[in-house]
């Protein structure tokens, strides 16, 4: 749900997931479960971030997604 969630927002907001970049935070490198093994800092595309979180199901991209996204929609 948050892979087709995100993706409708790129549409929306007309954001081009290869090159939108995204820095991890501590928040997302530390959440709990199956991660892509992200670390703070790390900056990757949007794109990058939905392998991540659909090839191992990395909780801490699609954490990172949704942080991202969340401020995007609160802004």
Not at 4 to 17: G, H, K, S
Not at 28 to 49: I, N
């Amino acid at each position: 749900m948050t892979f087709y969630t995100v993706l409708a927002l790129c549409d929306e907001y007309e954001i081009n997931p290869k090159q939108t970049l995204v820095t991890i935070s501590r928040a997302a490198e530390w959440v709990g479960g199956t991660t892509a093994d992200l670390r703070e800092g790390d900056v990757m595309t949007l794109d990058q971030l939905f392998y991540g979180m659909m090839l191992p199901s990395g909780n801490d991209a699609a954490f990172t997604l949704a942080e991202y996204f969340g401020q995007l929609i609160k802004d």
